[in-house]
């Protein structure tokens, strides 16, 4: 088994991200948090991939824009990374550590340092054509910005649509772009860039439905296009309407497998997203119609392994998601609009039904330019046509110091494109351990000692081009600000942010001797780092900086009434402005960060996690309870795609323990944590020979790779009552140790989901159904002649694992679904075979099959003392009791308290590939803190007035973040770990905790300025 | 539930025994996925035929149930569930080698058989025969009518 291994010889630190969707933004942003420098490359015109045309995101339900933009947003600012967008990589030469990449831009014809995506010219432009963005759903113009929230925030020319490529009269644009931005004689680029590792996320693309009997219709759309049609930035603004007539839609029909689990179709593997986004899109047209909206769901196996996804489902289904388990291959038409489907009903009766839209849910084909690259790099495709890699090293390649990540490798969801990301960020950058990394400056603002005089305030009033200016006469607005109480200078510009303004901005602050500055614009969210900026560079603290939004929250929405619109812009400016004059500097305190990694956990988890931390040079403490390492996979002796687990586990433990910077203690536990962020401090107890002794560790980052335990059946289908019924790690064991009863065993009876699924589990264990099928084949080729029925709900082997399950058909092994209010019953006759009763739904029968052994596919469950250890760590759990991540769709390895990451079965159950994977994420981002020598706390700080305080103790109860402590029996808080949510400040009733920024004085002031007069204060 | 099958009424052969018949080697992939029985023609108008509910009793070894069962002989031999079938299980194929087996086995006698042959034919020559009468006849043809005249022709 190749481990990874620092390479002896750096040339370049520079790390080359191909693709800029999720995967490839979080890889970039991660090597970067590691002093890397990042060449992201993408061949579109924008970043955001695939997940920018999605609605929403299961199971959060969370836009996925609104959690995508601060993302995207952030890469475009990180000053380590370059993003190169519509380039595309030709030739790659050289040796990890040591690669020249040649490079090639094509012409977007657009300036993107110039233009600043004001959208001028997709007004002007005559020419129409169908919006890539919105799949063709809609239409825009051959000029235009890709969409509202594209990076780079520049428009694009299509050459084959524009009039003047086509040798027409036409400079419209050029005449009005403002920024002189236009440039129709650029010309492809290339060039070369010299990286020591590349990262490929290059991510997947729906399959094609063409060939889907019925697509055709206007009314039968692929899953990607309901999407789009749900979506509010969609071509009918999240209005759900079906194509053909535009009427609202009451009966959807989700069709499943379109493209996935069909040799046929090119495509024999299981998509693993769709099954998920149809049960999203489902509850999604259910909620945005009012609960109008009935769907039902036609599918194979409705698969939901993830996290939390179970759970989806089972809303879902209350929600009165109906769901079929029948294949659809064809839907027919209606003449007065909608399809017909037929399908099989539960008892084997064919059935038709009308729906008024039917959705064709598409499943992933490896990407566009993905086997391109596989020649280029000479890398290897694997049977269904991605790149492939180890099982159990997720995102290595053949070529080595080439890594790859997300729906590249193998279909996945966005948690496990983000989880993969990092790995491979993470060992990028353990590959180029020896490389020299670079640090983005991080400056303390400048301390300008303004508080005390007079504001000075200086308002800059921003057209957006026209689309604040359209609706808000901004000359009149500028003479009524002029006339605010402090306000200094007035000015407006055509576009405040773009280079020129905010140089003019910075020369404006110093020359006019201003001490607050407003800029009335669009959202803080994208700009107000922008303007901080121009602030810190004139010498004034950023903390005087203020935000009026006149674009979205008054010009988008009032285009009709400018007159009310303008009234309404003075108040937002006037309320900025009061705001403005009481503003106070931040002063973000910085503190040191201990160099020092602690991993709770000897399992394949933490033994990756502990490697990955310590090959990038921080000395790892790895703190194992059990007097071995190895945790789970100690009781693993194969694995379905065939990689030896054992030798997996002793390649890890043998590289741990010769690791100069890995301490191991094992039998030790956790018994006390203390501190924050950077500086925890922990007590482990350890069993010797001498007893218990005490130890204290100090470090500044904590990777929770605690595990779990198999379910226990104790008392079910005979467990623990007849020695022939068994669970599958007990015939895993068997089948390693060549037991002399196996080859005596005629019949095998299977029985999925015990402990999973059901009240007291109600998750997918995720493992379980694999398990079945690796034990099945297991037997099968020792013993051929035995014969296997699997008895399941619905056999969940997701991506490519859907391989092993028709191999396993293949090789005669018998599948039987029953339902989860029917199971199966076990019965024991002495002397003979035990007797499986199964209530077979399709036959309206209950049939008795004879086994000689019965074995239980038993769940996971949370490790032993996980609630005692969430509490210690002040880590949330799911009601599950899995440890709870800080977001499950980007921050999948973050725990909500700072410094601490979780990864592996301790998160929720997973294979040992993506255990693996998720170790060396979580390490990644526990090496990003542990990189930076100083941290600083956060400018949204709590802060207590030690003379009203009365002592009552509610903030420290209530702290969610464990920031107020005791001192000498007093309250205090402290900065670093402090995370500015103010629920300690809501709930003094001594009103002595004030927030640093959004305080009571900026309130009221703002109240005041909103309603012209003075306001009562509280507190009497 | 309305009927029990029990252990002494399972052939585990019984499988193993269809699936060498020829064109039957991929009866094991079946997914259950009920395309086949969602395209059958006749599964609309018989109630007691669904590719389905055949391919589950085979797959449980229901011989003597599945063999001198009726509903062996209601499959016109369209084939459409073997070109829907994602799985390239060919039921028309499984059909005709359950029936082999049904003769084979004594389930049904060579005559009965040769009957359901002849009846076979017979419908089709109608079908033929109906369809020219339809195509030829007066435009406002009575169907049933036609069917009846051409059926007593037959004898």
Same mark, same amino acid.
């Given at each position: ?72 947003? *952030? ?32 012409? $977007? ?46 428009? &694009? ?57 019925? #697509? ?52 024999? #593997? ?28 036609? &599918? ?11 759970? #989806? ?211 803080? $969210? ?27 929250? =008054? ?5 009709? *009434? ?18 403005? @004059? ?136 005979? #467990? ?43 998750? =997918? ?10 034990? @099945? ?5 020792? &013993? ?35 339902? @989860? ?137 209530? =702290? ?11 309250? *205090?808080? $402290? ?9 300690? @400040? ?21 109240? *005041? ?12 | ?155």
């Amino acid at each position: 088994m190749a481990t990874i291994r620092p390479l002896d010889r750096v040339a370049h630190p520079r790390v080359l991200v191909v693709g800029g969707g999720i995967a490839g933004i979080q890889a970039a942003l991660e090597a970067a948090a590691a002093g890397l420098p990042v060449t992201l490359v993408e061949a579109g015109f924008s970043i955001g991939g695939r997940m920018a045309q999605l609605d929403k995101t299961f199971p959060t339900n969370d836009c996925a824009m609104c959690i995508l933009s601060p993302r995207m947003l *952030e890469i475009s600012r990180h000053p380590l990374i370059t993003i190169q967008t519509s380039t595309q990589a030709i030739e790659v030469q050289g040796r990890a550590g040591d690669f020249q990449v040649l490079l090639s831009r094509r012409p $977007r014809f657009v300036d993107v340092g110039k233009c600043t995506g004001c959208g001028e010219c997709a007004r002007v432009c005559p020419q129409n054509l169908p919006d890539p963005y919105n799949l063709g759903l809609s239409q825009t113009k051959a000029i235009h910005v890709p969409f509202p929230q594209a990076i780079p925030q520049a428009a &694009y020319l299509t050459p084959e649509a524009c009039r003047i490529f086509r040798g027409k009269s036409c400079e419209a644009c050029i005449k009005v772009c403002p920024a002189g931005a236009i440039n129709l004689k650029e010309a492809a680029v290339e060039w070369t860039e010299s990286v020591g590792a590349i990262i490929l996320a290059l991510g997947a693309a729906p399959a094609p439905a063409g060939d889907f009997p019925g #697509y055709g219709h206007p009314d039968v759309v692929t899953s990607v296009e309901f999407e789009r049609l749900l979506s509010a930035t969609g071509p009918q603004g999240g209005k759900l309407v079906r194509p053909s007539d535009h009427t609202e839609p009451s009966r959807l029909a989700f069709i499943q497998c379109v493209g996935s689990r069909d040799p046929q179709a090119g495509a024999a #593997y299981c998509s693993t997203v769709c099954c998920m986004a149809s049960l999203k899109e489902a509850l999604v047209a259910r909620e945005i119609s009012a609960g109008k909206v009935e769907s039902t769901i036609f &599918y194979m196996d409705l698969r939901a392994q993830g996290k939390g996804y179970e759970g #989806y489902l089972e809303q879902a289904r209350g929600h009165g998601v109906a769901l079929v388990r029948s294949r659809v291959t064809a839907v027919t038409p209606r003449p007065q609009g909608g399809v017909l489907v037929r399908f099989t009903d539960a008892h084997g009766r064919p059935r038709e039904q009308p729906f008024d839209l039917a959705v064709l849910s598409v499943g992933l084909r490896p990407g566009r330019t993905l086997p391109a690259w596989v020649r280029r790099l000479g890398l290897g495709l694997n049977e269904h046509g991605f790149i492939k890699t180890s099982p159990l090293l997720q995102v290595t390649t053949a070529r080595p110091g080439v890594l790859v990540c997300g729906a590249a490798r193998e279909p996945m969801d966005i948690p496990e494109s983000v989880t993969t990301a990092s790995a491979a960020a993470a060992v990028a950058s353990r590959l180029l351990t020896t490389a020299s990394r670079t640090w983005a400056p991080k400056t303390q603002p400048a301390l300008s000692r303004v508080a005390d005089l007079p504001p000075r305030i200086g308002v800059f009033l921003c057209h957006c081009g026209t689309n604040i200016a359209k609706t808000i006469d901004l000359a009149k607005l500028a003479t009524a600000v002029a006339q605010l109480p402090g306000v200094a200078h007035v000015e407006d510009n055509l576009f405040s942010c773009a280079v020129d303004s905010t140089t003019r901005m910075r020369e404006t602050i110093q020359t006019q001797r201003l001490n607050r500055v407003v800029v009335a614009a669009c959202s803080p $969210r994208t700009h107000e780092g922008v303007f901080r900026e121009v602030l810190a560079a004139a010498g004034l603290n950023p903390g005087y900086f203020a935000f009026a939004n006149i674009r979205e929250q =008054c010009a988008w929405v009032h285009q009709t *009434e400018p007159a009310a619109a303008l009234t309404k812009a003075l108040d937002l400016v006037a309320m900025a402005v009061s705001r403005a @004059a009481v503003l106070t500097p931040i002063q973000p305190q910085s503190f040191p960060v201990i160099p020092r990694a602690l991993v709770l956990g000897g399992g394949v988890a933490g033994l990756s996690a502990a490697l990955t931390l310590a090959d990038q040079g921080f000395h790892t403490y790895l703190v194992e309870r059990q007097n071995s390492l190895g945790g789970l996979a100690r009781e693993l002796f194969f694995t379905l795609e065939g990689p030896d687990p054992q030798e997996f586990l002793h390649g890890l433990q043998a590289a741990v323990y010769r690791h100069p910077n890995i301490e191991v203690h094992i039998q030790t536990e956790l018994i006390k944590l203390t501190g924050h962020v950077g500086q925890f401090k922990s007590t482990v107890r350890r069993l010797t020979l001498d007893g218990l002794k005490e130890r204290e560790l100090s470090h500044g980052v904590i990777v929770v790779a605690t595990g779990g335990r198999e379910f226990r059946p104790q008392g079910r289908y005979l #467990y623990g009552e007849d020695p022939r019924v068994l669970t599958q790690r007990e015939l895993e064991g068997k089948i390693n140790f060549c037991d002399l009863d196996l080859p005596k065993v005629r019949q095998v009876v299977m029985i999925q989901c015990v402990g999973s699924r059901e009240p007291d589990h109600p998750y =997918c264990s995720r493992l379980c159904c694999s398990q079945a099928l690796k034990n @099945a084949l297991l037997l099968k080729e020792r &013993y051929p002649l035995m014969r296997i029925t699997i008895l399941y709900r619905d056999l969940r082997a997701y991506g490519f694992r859907e391989s092993y399950y028709v191999k396993a058909k293949d090789q005669g092994v018998t599948f039987i679904p029953f339902e @989860a209010a029917r199971p199966p019953r076990v019965a024991a006759a002495r002397r003979r075979p035990l007797t499986v009763w199964v209530e077979d739904e399709l036959l309206d029968q209950a049939v008795a099959l004879p086994a000689d052994l019965v074995v239980l596919s038993t769940g996971i469950e949370p490790a032993a003392g996980s609630d005692n250890l969430a509490q210690q760590l002040r880590v949330a759990q799911t009601l599950d009791g899995w440890f709870q991540e800080a977001h499950q769709k980007l921050r999948p390895v973050d725990s909500a308290t700072e410094g601490v990451f979780l990864c592996g079965v301790a998160h929720y159950p997973k294979s040992l590939g993506e255990t693996a994977a998720q170790a060396q994420a979580a390490a990644i981002r526990a090496a990003g803190i542990l990189f930076q020598t100083e941290l600083l706390a956060g400018e949204m700080v709590a802060r207590i007035i030690p003379e009203a305080c009365r002592r009552c103790l509610a903030c420290v109860e209530l =702290c969610p973040f464990g920031a107020v402590t005791l001192s000498d029996a007093k309250p *205090e808080v $402290r900065l670093e770990v402090c995370r500015g949510c103010g629920v300690c @400040a809501a709930e003094c009733p001594a009103g002595a905790i004030h927030m640093s920024r959004g305080a009571d004085p900026e309130l009221a002031a703002q109240i *005041e300025a909103a309603f012209g007069g003075e306001m009562r204060t509280g507190g009497d | 539930m309305t009927e029990t099958v029990n252990l002494q009424d399972l052939d585990p052969q019984f499988k193993d025994e269809v699936a060498a018949e020829p064109g039957c080697q991929h009866l094991w992939r079946c997914f259950a996925c009920g395309v086949c029985t969602a395209t059958c023609p006749v599964s609309e108008l018989t109630p007691g035929f669904s590719p389905s509910q055949i391919i589950r009793q085979v797959l449980y070894g229901q011989r003597a149930a599945l063999l001198s069962s009726p509903a062996l002989w209601h499959c016109a031999g369209c084939a459409r569930c073997s070109f829907q079938c994602p799985q390239d299980v060919r039921f028309l194929d499984i059909i005709q080698g359950l029936r082999h087996l049904a003769l084979r086995d004594g389930f049904i006698s060579p005559a009965r058989a040769a009957r359901l042959a002849r009846g076979e034919r017979l419908i089709q020559e109608l079908r033929r025969r109906l369809i020219g009468e339809i195509l030829s006849g007066p435009e406002e043809l009575e169907v049933k009518d036609a069917l009846a005249r051409l059926a007593g022709e037959e004898d």
